[in-house]
Structure formats: C-alpha cells, structure tokens
C-alpha cells in the first residue's frame, strides 16, 4: 500500500497544474483581449501577451491542413499522455523526484489539451519574456503555465535519468 501511496501523491501536482494553468488562461481570456501586450513591470523584460497557439510549440505545425491537427495535437498527445501515465503506475523504476516530475508533465500537457479541445481558438498563451537575441530570439515565444511545466519537469527528468543515473538507482533501493 505504501508504494501506491507514493505514486498517488504526486498527482496532487497535477491537480495543481491543471487548476492553475486553467484559472490563469481564464483571467487572461477575461481581461485582455487578444494580441493585447502589457508590461508586468513596466520594462520590456516581462509581458503579458494574450495570443493563441492553434499549434504546438513555437508554432510548429500551424501550416498543417485542419484536418490532420486534431490527430497531431490532441489525439497523440492523449496517447502519450495515456502511455505514460500507465508506465507510471505499472513500474517501480521512477525515482520519488521522477514521479514527481512526470506528474508535472502530464499535469501541462492536460493544460493544453483542455484548451485544445474546448478553445476553438488555440491555446491561451500570455507570457512574453525578452531574450536579448539570444539563439535568435528577440523574445522568447510565447507562453503558458502548462507549457512552462511540461519545459521545467522535462528537463528535470532528463538530468535525473542522464546525468546521474546511479543516483537515482540507489535512491530506489532506499526508499
């Protein structure tokens, strides 16, 4: 009972996810209007940018005919989604810290799913942050609270699994 516990609890972080990044696209949905930008503190660093994303990540795939990005964009990621949620309580190999963050993925992914399937629009991005140039950009794309999720946990999972693998096996052992 103890182990299921353990997976159980970290879905609290999805709920969360799931709950902020929905009460945000709704205030942003509610108090901008869209392509509308505001300075968060009065610089150019931080904007809120109300646009909509019928696509996935910096826009790839926008030029895809409408009938193939349901498939690409909702149904996929369902299925991946699915997948690793099923992994997730099928095996004992996710360290406590990898649960945690593939709860936080699954957590952003059902973010935008939900504006997928219900915002006919795209999904609500709002956050616009300077980039200086940097990699190309003079901003970085713009974002949402589901998207920055899915960004931080990914990126913790992989250094939790590449770079010190070790670690993570001993941690198992020990729990």
């Not at 360290?95 to 945690?100: E, G, P, V």
């Not at 699954?106 to 219900?118: P, T």
């Not at 070790?166 to 052992?173: L, P, R, S, V």
Request: proline share 4%.
């Amino acid at each position: 009972m103890k182990n299921l516990k353990e997976k159980i609890l970290p879905l609290s972080l999805t709920a969360f996810i799931i709950l902020t990044d929905q009460i945000t696209k709704a205030i942003i949905v509610k108090n901008f209007r869209i392509r509308e930008i505001k300075s968060v503190f009065d610089n150019d660093f931080l904007w809120i940018h109300h646009v909509r994303n019928k696509a996935i990540a910096f826009s790839l795939g926008d030029s895809l005919p409408d009938a193939v990005k349901p498939v690409l964009f909702i149904v996929l990621p369902i299925l991946v989604l699915g997948f690793l949620v099923w992994y997730y309580f099928r095996t004992d190999e996710f360290s406590r810290l990898q649960r945690w963050v593939a709860a936080g993925i699954v957590g952003g992914g059902i973010g935008n799913i939900i504006d997928r399937i219900f915002r006919p629009d795209g999904v609500v991005d709002f956050v616009s942050v300077k980039f200086y140039g940097f990699l190309g950009f003079e901003r970085w794309p713009t974002f949402n609270v589901a998207d920055s999720c899915v960004v931080v946990c990914c990126l913790v999972m992989f250094v939790s699994v590449f770079i010190n693998p070790k670690k993570a096996k001993k941690e198992k052992a020990n729990e």
